[in-house]
Structures are given as structure tokens and as C-alpha cells.
């Protein structure tokens, strides 16, 4: 469910979508959406939770998921320099007691990347979740590969 989709360089698409696996499914197309490949899980940890995936200017693609199969910690980005066969590259931005969850990423024209995402402290009060926070983290690709 809630895929995210990018263009490849190739001119296919690839949507990464959530599932109750514990991994990321990928699927392709490449008839512009109107056809798409057999689904298929990655190595890529995840909890059935939200992800979103963009590319960026230079070609690489940014992925912010859950690197976990249980829980909504940690909140992660991780670059593929190759159209998402591999994540060599990861980063974590938040973890500890808590959810971090529903992110989205875009990239700037001035080439930097911007990622929310919904911060739910731990504790549950009443019918809803109270104390819930947006984050916002500016950082730049150089970031996530040197880490």
C-alpha cells in the first residue's frame, strides 16, 4: 500500500511500497504506469509503515523508511547510485523511544534535501495522539554517504 514512485534513467518507473513482510516490495513499469511488473520484496527492513523515495538531481535516488521490521524506529535515509538495486548509503535521523514515521523527501533547487516526518512520543494519552510533532531535517547527499 502508499507506494511511492520515481523515474528511472532509463525512462521506467519504480514504485517502493509498504507491506506486512517486514521488507519494501518493488515493482516496475515501463509503459508509463499503465503495466506493472510482478511485485517483489527488497532487502530493504521496513514495518509496514509510510516511506517515500525521490530522485535526485545528479541521478541518485533517496529513500526515507523505517529500517526496521518492528517499530517506527529508527527513521532512516539511505542513496542509491543506481536506480535502487543497491543502498550502500544510510543515514540515521531519528530513533529512540517513540514512532518517527510518514516522512517525505524532496530535493531543493539549491540541491539540498528536505525531509518531515511525523515525530509521536512514546506514550499514547487519550482517544488520540497528543504531543505529536513535524519535523523538518535540511541536509545535503554529502551527508548520507559519509556516514
Sequence with gaps: IQPSFVMLGDGRILAFFRT???RIWRAYSADRGLTWSQPVA??????DSGLDLARLANGHLVLAFNDTEK?????NL???PDDGETWPHQLTIAQGPGEFSYPTVIQS???FIH???TDLPGVRKGPGRNGSKVR??????????DA
Design 115 to 117: 525531509l518531515t516526518y
Design 20 to 22: 506486512g513482510s517486514g
Design 42 to 47: 527488497t532487502a530493504l527492513r521496513n514495518n
Design 71 to 75: 517499530g517506527r524506529t529508527p527513521l
Design 136 to 145: 523538518h531535517v535540511v541536509l545535503h547527499e554529502e551527508q548520507i554517504l
Design 78 to 80: 539511505a542513496v542509491s
Design 109 to 111: 533547487h539549491d540541491e
